[in-house]
């Protein structure tokens, strides 16, 4: 091995290196994320409700005070076309009549800093919280196995999963389905 090579070797080393420790400390000082179940609760909606995520403007969300109530919980992220095509509609569902019954939130699968300018950008009329890469983790706790977006989630205000949907909302479908709750 010549002296090039090795300097090359040694220059992708420590670019790897380098970029594993932004990685982490980045990780270490994301939003913070809180997690402490409520009685009564298990799985994954037990999951849900145990967490406080930051919302848009990094206020701390708990998720347990939507307990009792009947929820959709959009997993979403913005650079996500069909995610950030289904918003007006959710939102339009979150304003309407079916708001007043059903708690629409997004939980979005980026920075903090992204999610933000996002909500700045647009008018979203339902809580918009920061779950980072933990938002996907928690969507596969829903059955989301590949991870994909969106991945929307209706829980019933007994907390009992009703049904999942994986890519855009067919609103048709979706008003269908919350007429049964």
């Known amino acids: 091995m010549n002296k090039t090579h090795l300097a090359a070797y040694v220059g992708v080393a420590v670019l790897f290196a380098a970029s594993g420790a932004w990685v982490g400390f980045n990780k270490q000082h994301a939003a913070p994320v809180t997690t402490t179940a409520?009685?009564?609760?298990?799985?994954?909606?037990?999951?849900?409700?145990?967490?406080?995520?930051?919302?848009?403007?990094?206020?701390?969300?708990?998720?347990?005070?939507?307990?009792?109530?009947?929820?959709?919980?959009?997993?979403?992220?913005?650079?996500?076309?069909?995610?950030?095509?289904?918003?007006?509609?959710?939102?339009?569902?979150?304003?309407?009549?079916?708001?007043k019954k059903l708690q629409v939130i997004g939980i979005g699968i980026d920075s903090p800093s992204n999610?933000?300018?996002?909500?700045?950008?647009?008018?979203?009329?339902?809580?918009?919280?920061v779950a980072g890469m933990s938002g996907t983790d928690l969507?596969?706790?829903?059955?989301?196995?590949?991870?994909?977006?969106?991945?929307?989630?209706?829980?019933?205000a007994d907390g009992q999963v009703k049904k999942t949907y994986l890519g855009r909302l067919k609103f048709d479908e979706l008003r269908k389905d919350l007429a049964t709750l």
């Open 38 to 99: 409520p009685a009564g609760v298990t799985g994954p909606v037990g999951a849900l409700y145990a967490q406080t995520l930051p919302d848009a403007k990094g206020a701390p969300t708990p998720l347990a005070q939507y307990k009792g109530k009947a929820m959709l919980v959009n997993f979403w992220a913005p650079w996500c076309a069909p995610c950030v095509q289904e918003m007006p509609e959710l939102s339009e569902l979150a304003a309407g009549e079916e708001g």
């Open 115 to 129: 999610i933000a300018a996002f909500s700045d950008k647009y008018k979203i009329t339902y809580p918009v919280l």
């Open 139 to 156: 969507s596969r706790q829903f059955g989301n196995s590949g991870g994909g977006l969106p991945y929307t989630v209706l829980i019933g």
